[in-house]
């Protein structure tokens, strides 16, 4: 199914966005989330530590030299959250155009 991310910012808060962002391209570094949803980092972090605590994605670190990569992973629960977020999103698209 072929997803228009930025169809989908009308109707979602951030969250919604990173969710279906992530079940859309699996884990991901936390820069690249950034500029897949064209939010802004601290946007990225702030919702990131909301929809861990809910359970939603888990956050992984990792030490590259001396920097922390930090990588964002749904967890089941996550996935389907997002799923029945992507359905209903297209389904809401579909009415607005008709």
Known sequence: MAVNIEELTAILNPGGQILITLYINGKMHESELVKKTGMSSSTVMR????????????????????????????????????????????????????
């Open 47 to 98: 919702w990131r530590e909301i929809l861990a605590v809910k359970g939603y994605i888990t956050i992984e670190r990792k030490k590259d030299g001396r920097s922390i990569k930090t990588f964002l992973e749904l967890t089941e629960k996550g996935k389907i959250v997002a799923s029945n977020l992507l359905q209903l999103s297209v389904r809401v698209n579909e009415i607005i155009r008709s």
